[in-house]
């Protein structure tokens, strides 16, 4: 299946992205619309971090675990997706650049490595499907990191 990528350019600088997104427990206040009970594991940040969600999309429920498995600060974030029993593998990476206009652009990708064979045959739903909740994820990122640095400000 070919990948989803979306982006969304903020105002905070890369390194301020980066230390936003790097906290795993920061995920769940941008993606909680599709994905809830959230149960975070290991480091609060980096390499090895990882959660426990519900997913919801397109009608269906599934648990996924994800794992950060590289780190590139203050650039890229790689994480590993498994579900559906480990019939469903897929990576999520965020890179994160400085924009031209200033601030940041940050893409996400979400590429599937392996997929149960309904993905497969739905594969352009699937896509508009995700590509739609990550839309959202992107627009929400934006504003929690304007949050962040609000709540960050003396």
């Given at each position: 299946?070919?990948?989803v990528?979306?982006s969304?350019?903020?105002?905070q600088t890369?390194e301020?992205?980066y230390?936003?997104?790097?906290?795993?427990?920061?995920?769940?206040?941008?993606?909680?619309?599709?994905?809830?009970?959230?149960?975070?594991?290991?480091?609060?940040?980096?390499?090895?971090?990882?959660?426990?969600v519900?997913?919801?999309?397109?009608?269906?429920?599934?648990?996924?675990t994800?794992?950060?498995?590289?780190?590139?600060a203050?650039?890229?974030?790689?994480?590993?997706?498994?579900?559906?029993?480990?019939?469903?593998?897929?990576?999520?990476?965020?890179?994160?650049?400085?924009?031209?206009?200033?601030?940041?652009?940050?893409?996400?990708?979400?590429?599937?490595?392996?997929?149960?064979?309904?993905?497969?045959?739905?594969?352009?739903?699937?896509?508009?499907?995700?590509?739609?909740?990550?839309?959202?994820?992107m627009?929400?990122?934006?504003?929690?990191l304007?949050?962040?640095?609000t709540a960050?400000d003396?």
């Amino acid at each position: 299946m070919k990948p989803v990528t979306v982006s969304v350019d903020v105002r905070q600088t890369p390194e301020q992205v980066y230390d936003f997104l790097d906290v795993m427990a920061h995920h769940e206040r941008f993606t909680d619309h599709y994905l809830t009970g959230w149960r975070c594991s290991g480091p609060g940040r980096g390499v090895g971090s990882s959660a426990t969600v519900t997913a919801t999309l397109g009608g269906t429920r599934t648990r996924v675990t994800v794992e950060v498995v590289e780190a590139e600060a203050p650039r890229r974030i790689v994480e590993r997706n498994v579900s559906a029993g480990g019939r469903r593998l897929a990576r999520g990476v965020y890179t994160i650049e400085p924009s031209p206009a200033g601030g940041s652009r940050v893409w996400f990708t979400y590429a599937w490595e392996r997929a149960p064979l309904a993905d497969r045959l739905l594969a352009p739903v699937v896509r508009a499907t995700m590509r739609r909740a990550n839309r959202t994820v992107m627009r929400r990122l934006a504003t929690e990191l304007a949050r962040h640095e609000t709540a960050a400000d003396p």
